[in-house]
């Protein structure tokens, strides 16, 4: 791909705001990103809930007693390879844009999600079945590992000061967007092939249509126009030559505190997105015992709330400021960790999506305005790289192995009563890491600014 040879029209060469050229433009941006991050995670997401719903009984029946288990922790595989994911897209985002990396990462993404439709299953060809899926799950994790930093750069960084918390939030709606699209075919599917037909082939369906999804997402994207701060890299062909390397001399502190943020709330929500409540719910052999249709649809009401609370979350944090939204988000985060199980336990539906629409306010509060802060703490050369790397530092300390352990303390102890506490811990993590930040809300993003984007926003140090 070719680098821009002058700015974008309109974009202004500080990047102190750094907006598109128009309305229509902005409006263009953040759609296209909505669109891509939703089809990434629709992609994602299906998987974790057929690891809850199916794969333990087609590729993982003839290996022990652990299948349940073995097939939650092909859903933690992939955040083992995002990391690799966020440093090829943060190595080439940095040099040679972000357009081209989203275009990457979602073809990349669609293509492996078709192809586990295809798959055939442990009882077809044996112990290749499962393999086959590890190395396609491998792959759509190097896909949203690249796919995160790009979505969100390409909002914030075309967003007025004032208003990037809110478009900022644009590509953070992917995350319920795609649970509520994922769930919602999961669940339309379970009503078309109930029972052994859902086995069979109904879980197959929603994974082909993958393939419909990323020919729009493709068509949007390629409508957009690259990063004003990215442009203006390339105009003063002031690209770093290694952007990983100068991270992690100057910011190594700083990623692992921007990793321990958002570890904080992937661990909570992959309770949902993981597919760890699909299957506690329906589990025939557990306390509950649900039907799969209205507890896929529960799921699916819950990620409305989440969507909702997302979308205020980064329209407040304009206002109040990124850490003072973080902070009342962790506290909402808190109470619905508290109020989940309880809840859940009780038996009924309704329980049900009570929990989880409590629970996913919190998780709302503290996902909105991620954009927007990971955008704010790091300098704009090294930019892709130190928000792609944190985020996928963070998947893996928090959501990775998240459904696996639930899985397992519920399988130790017979109760959530630990799985609560462990997830509460996780979120006194994240909020812990959020007040050693300072607020850098509205600090300038574009390469003029460096020098002020390289005092570390970590509180007690003035450079790192």
Not at 335 to 341: E, M, N, R
Request: no cysteine; aromatic share 10%.
């Amino acid at each position: 791909m070719s680098t821009p040879n002058a700015l974008p029209q309109g974009a202004r060469p500080n990047g102190t705001a750094a907006p598109a050229d128009d309305l229509v433009d902005r409006r263009r941006v953040v759609f296209a990103t909505v669109i891509g991050t939703t089809v990434e995670w629709y992609d994602f997401f299906i998987y974790a809930a057929a690891a809850g719903l199916v794969f333990g009984q087609i590729f993982f029946a003839g290996l022990g007693a652990n299948s349940l288990v073995l097939s939650f922790a092909t859903v933690g595989v992939s955040f083992l390879f995002r990391p690799l994911g966020a440093f090829l897209a943060g190595h080439l985002g940095d040099k040679y844009g972000r357009k081209f990396v989203l275009m990457v990462t979602l073809i990349m993404m669609g293509v492996a999600t078709a192809l586990i439709g295809l798959l055939p299953t442990y009882a077809s060809i044996g112990v290749a079945a499962p393999i086959l899926l590890v190395v396609l799950r491998i792959l759509q994790g190097i896909s949203a590992g690249g796919e995160w930093g790009g979505a969100v750069l390409m909002a914030v960084e075309h967003a007025p000061k004032k208003k990037r918390g809110l478009f900022g939030a644009g590509p953070q709606t992917g995350v319920p967007l795609g649970l509520l699209l994922a769930s919602g075919v999961m669940a339309l599917m379970a009503m078309i092939a109930p029972g052994d037909a859902f086995l069979t082939w109904g879980w197959r369906v929603p994974f082909l249509l993958s393939v419909v999804l990323i020919l729009v997402g493709y068509y949007v994207r390629r409508k957009v126009e690259e990063s004003p701060v990215f442009a203006e890299l390339a105009e003063r062909k002031e690209e770093v030559q290694m952007p990983i390397i100068q991270l992690f001399r100057k910011h190594t502190i700083l990623v692992v505190v921007a990793a321990l943020v958002f570890a904080g709330n992937n661990a909570v929500g992959y309770m949902t997105t993981g597919g760890f409540i699909q299957n506690y719910a329906t589990n025939p052999e557990g306390p509950i015992a649900l039907e799969r249709g209205p507890v896929l649809w529960a799921v699916t009401g819950s990620a409305v709330t989440w969507l909702l609370s997302t979308i205020a979350a980064g329209w407040i944090s304009d206002r109040l400021g990124r850490r003072s939204t973080y902070l009342l988000g962790w506290v909402l985060l808190l109470v619905g960790v508290f109020a989940l199980f309880p809840l859940v336990n009780t038996g009924t539906i309704w329980s049900l999506l009570a929990g989880l629409v409590i629970l996913t306010i919190g998780l709302g509060f503290t996902y909105g305005p991620q954009a927007a802060l990971y955008a704010e703490l790091f300098p704009a050369s090294i930019r892709f790289s130190g928000v792609s790397i944190s985020y996928a530092i963070g998947a893996i300390a928090g959501g990775a192995f998240a459904p696996t352990i639930a899985a397992a303390i519920v399988k130790a102890t017979g109760t959530t009563t630990a799985v609560t506490w462990y997830l509460a811990g996780m979120a006194v993590l994240g909020l812990i890491a959020t007040l050693l930040l300072r607020d850098r809300t509205g600090i300038p993003l574009g390469l003029a600014h460096e020098a002020e984007q390289e005092v570390s926003p970590i509180r007690g140090l003035s450079k790192v």
